[in-house]
């Protein structure tokens, strides 16, 4: 089990900028694949970003280009940095963190291979 504290979420207006953070608890460097994740009311968790163990990064077609994952061992710290918002990217964003190295590449970003979750931290987007 990892501990995960996300924070950085707010409130801006289309075409602005946020950078969620994600402390854990170890390092994660090693063996750990890291996400984010998001959800609005009424709606199942959709994967938005990836990173695994050796760098490689996994983003959902809607976000290609306008969000990017990093993360920084030396802080245990995740980010994603989040350009060129919309009103649709309001949701409750979530990190997470699991080994998924080898589900990653083959299934893509889902909530169900991550076991370990912070608690959210809303993001809200004005037209």
């Known amino acids: 089990q990892v501990d995960l504290v996300d924070s950085g979420g707010g409130s801006v207006q289309a075409g602005g900028s946020l950078r969620l953070s994600c402390v854990v608890s170890r390092s994660i460097y090693s063996s750990y694949s890291m996400g984010w994740f998001r959800q609005t009311p009424g709606k199942e968790r959709e994967g938005v970003a990836a990173i695994d163990s050796a760098g490689r990064r996994y983003y959902a077609d809607l976000v290609k280009g306008r969000f990017t994952i990093s993360k920084d061992a030396a802080k245990n710290t995740l980010y994603l940095q989040m350009n060129s918002l919309k009103p649709e990217d309001t949701a409750m964003y979530y990190c997470?963190?699991?080994?998924?190295?080898?589900?990653?590449?083959?299934?893509?970003?889902?909530?169900?291979?991550?076991?370990?979750w912070g608690q959210g931290t809303q993001v809200t987007v004005s037209s």
């Open positions: 997470a963190a699991d080994q998924a190295d080898n589900v990653l590449m083959v299934a893509g970003i889902r909530p169900r291979d991550f076991g370990s």
